[in-house]
């Protein structure tokens, strides 16, 4: 079976640096080999690392928001 598509639901949070740095390159490789990686994540010094970002906010109505945080340099390599 071939997955393509993979959702994590992390707890990252818990990680050492280092094996933070390896979870993440190793989520990269995957991404980079053509498969979609979706991340949920409450780790702020991640997201510095992911490129492109649904952030979805509480707000006080109990409603939620949600942004679509694509940084400037994502698509500086799409051809």
């Known amino acids: 079976m071939q997955l393509d ?3 994590i639901d992390e707890g990252f949070g818990a990680l050492d640096s280092d094996t933070l740095e390896v979870a993440m390159a190793t989520l990269e490789d995957l991404r980079s080999g053509g ?3 979706g991340l949920i994540s ?3 010094a991640m997201k510095d690392d992911i ?5 979805v906010t509480r707000l006080s109505d ?3 928001r949600v942004e ?5 340099f994502a ?5």
């Open 5 to 7: 598509t993979l959702f």
């Open 35 to 37: 498969r979609v990686i």
């Open 42 to 44: 409450h780790v702020e």
């Open 51 to 55: 490129q492109a970002q649904l952030r």
């Open 62 to 64: 109990r409603s939620s």
């Open 68 to 72: 679509v945080v694509v940084p400037a």
């Open 75 to 79: 698509g500086a390599n799409a051809g």
